[in-house]
């Protein structure tokens, strides 16, 4: 089979052209099959070596505009951390002098940098700058552990932004009870007119005998209106023999005041009053020489000197 030979005749459709006729051999059969194949095989080879490379420029460059777009991320997000830290420094001083301003806090305790020294960063705009040193000029420094950087200042920013807001939040709690207990304080004149008898010992005027005067007294005309020292609600309108028409008012936080000799009343027991609101009328109602309010102020079950929380 190996000497075999294959022929091939050509026949022409015109009469007067001769057929022609050609041998091949076995062997030139099998070594133009090999050949092609081989041709085949480099040619294949050769279109999927190109088909590759396309493809590796192309990723290459979809890589090389990821890697742009994370850069300007990392540049932005350096710079928000940076921000951040830079505003949460601010509010932590702030957050100090209010604490101290409320009185939470000795003023001792406020850190002032002295003029003429080294300028100093706190902890976390330190870090930011850190991290921006090492997105943008730390050659070693990889895209990952710049990213887990980032990642761990924006945590930190963000606990301490809530310790922050957490001491700002009870120093609002402790400033509005402050201000509960100031409106419970009563600060104001009941009335104005001439102070006669004082808070402390005393020879009572209509007995005669020594005694210990509860609250102070002021002179006024009959009729004059009466105001509330404090907010509060009324706690007792009543009529005794010794303080005639009297209004008790509970104003929380400790405080209480009573207002005797009233000629009537402007409120009813469990009526709410504000400060500076009329409550009554002077009159000189139960034992009385002449028309006067007798003022009281009660802080923790006790009966104190009126004079000393008056401020207006």
């Known amino acids: 089979m ?14 007067r052209s001769s057929t022609r006729e050609f041998k091949i051999s076995y062997k030139q059969v099998r070594s133009w099959l090999i050949a092609s194949f081989v041709l085949l095989v480099i040619f294949g080879y050769i ?6 490379t396309s493809f590796d420029k192309e990723k290459k460059k979809r890589l090389e505009k990821e890697n742009i777009k994370l850069e300007e991320i990392i540049g932005e997000l350096t710079a928000s951390n940076k921000s951040l830290g830079e505003s949460l420094e601010q509010m932590k001083d702030f957050k100090e002098k209010i604490m101290v301003a409320a009185g939470l806090k000795s003023p001792f305790a406020l850190k002032e940098v002295g003029k003429g020294g080294p300028e100093t960063e706190g902890p976390i705009e330190n870090a930011a700058n850190t991290i921006e040193s090492q997105a943008g000029k730390s050659p070693g420094q990889t895209k990952d552990q710049t990213y887990k950087n980032i990642v761990s200042t924006a945590k930190r920013i963000s606990q301490e932004s809530k310790e922050v807001e957490k001491a700002l939040k009870y120093v609002k709690s402790h400033i509005d009870e402050q201000k509960a207990k100031l409106a419970a ?33 002021i002179a006024t005309q009959l ?8 907010d509060g609600f009324v706690l007792i309108t009543e009529h005794t023999p010794v303080m005639g028409k009297l209004i008790h008012i509970d104003h929380g936080h400790g405080f209480a005041t009573r207002y005797g000799h009233l000629a009537s009343y402007n ?20 034992r009385s020489t002449a028309p006067h309010l007798h003022y009281e102020v009660i802080y923790m079950g006790k009966n104190v000197n009126p004079m000393h929380y008056i401020i207006d």
């Open 2 to 15: 190996k000497n075999r030979n294959y022929s091939v005749n050509i026949v022409s459709d015109d009469p």
């Open 47 to 52: 279109f999927y070596g190109y088909l590759t």
């Open 185 to 217: 304080t009563p600060s104001l004149w009941p009335i104005r007119g001439y102070l006669t008898d004082a808070f402390g010992w005393r020879t009572n005027p209509i007995t005669g005998k020594r005694q210990f005067h509860t609250g102070q007294d």
């Open 223 to 230: 009729g004059n209106k009466v105001i509330a020292t404090a």
């Open 267 to 286: 409120v009813k027991e469990g009526d709410r009053v504000k400060r500076g609101q009329v409550i009554g009328y002077v009159g000189s109602t139960g």
